[in-house]
């Protein structure tokens, strides 16, 4: 899925979902920077905990970094770090919806390895 598809599916998730504490802007900045980070990996080769790792050729292989239930609260660590805890609710649910989006479940990290 595209990354203007991935903001797509979020935007209609989380507005469906109470997140009334936070404004417009806020919940956008989230979608974003959540469906950003998901797709870190994509295009990129370098060293992750000791690793090599190289998805330069763009292929869907990226997502055995982040695209399963780990990464999902990975995400909300991340977003949290950046923006602060009250984020982390629809960082995970941002997240999951990615994930879904791309798969149609969540998988276990274990799935990829």
């Given at each position: 899925m595209e990354h203007r598809e991935h903001i797509q599916s979020s935007r209609k998730v989380a507005y469906?979902?109470?997140?009334?504490?936070?404004?417009?802007?806020?919940?956008?900045?989230?979608i974003k920077q959540v469906n950003r980070w998901m797709d870190y990996f994509f295009?990129?080769?370098?060293?992750?905990?000791?690793?090599q790792y190289d998805y330069s050729d763009c292929s869907q292989n990226h997502r055995r970094?982040?695209?399963?239930?780990s990464g999902i609260?990975?995400?909300?660590d991340h977003i949290s770090k950046?923006?602060?805890?009250?984020?982390?609710?629809?960082?995970e649910r941002m997240a999951e919806q990615?994930?879904?989006?791309?798969?149609?479940?969540?998988?276990?990290?274990?799935?990829?390895?």
């Open positions: 469906s979902l109470e997140f009334s504490r936070l404004d417009f802007s806020e919940v956008e900045m989230v295009g990129r080769s370098g060293e992750v905990d000791g690793r970094e982040i695209h399963h239930f609260i990975w995400a909300g950046l923006y602060g805890v009250r984020y982390r609710s629809l960082a990615h994930i879904l989006d791309d798969f149609g479940k969540i998988p276990d990290r274990r799935d990829f390895w």
